[in-house]
């Protein structure tokens, strides 16, 4: 079993700032399967400059909530870009619940994000709307309906 480790990066190691991507690959040396490659994986990083943004949100932050907001999961708020950062409560007991796992983590995170999707398609104009349609938003029943398919194609794709 391996354990997670970092790895360092000393300043001036990279000549050129830009995109990077790390590639590892674990092969057996036991008898019975050696040269056999067991996990492989690939991670990007960028040295000097930020990844480039894509998607509604460009950022994910990360902090206690105050004790008035501590039963809030997340929200997001509007960057300067247009875009949208989405703010976790470090502290809620969900999400304490998920962190030792990180793809239980990431799951959690994009259930969060796909609930202010919705808010975020909701407060926009209609013609800006990607998720509800006008009747949608003129029949409360018809909306939450939505609302509940669009979160259970979100669970059924994460699992």
Known sequence: MCDNF???????EF???GKYTFFAKLVSLDDENKGEILHQLSKHFWVEEN???K???????KFSFP???QSLMGYS??????SYIFHYNIDHPAKKSVEIDEDMFMKYLIELMSFELVWIDLRSSEHDSKLFTKEDRE???KLIRKIINFYGQIKFNLN
């Open 6 to 12: 970092d790895i360092v990066i000393a300043e001036g």
């Open 15 to 17: 000549k050129y700032k």
């Open 51 to 53: 990844p480039p943004q």
């Open 55 to 61: 998607g509604i949100f460009e950022d994910i932050d």
């Open 67 to 69: 004790k008035e907001e």
């Open 77 to 82: 708020s509007r960057s300067e870009s247009g």
């Open 139 to 141: 029949y409360p029943d």
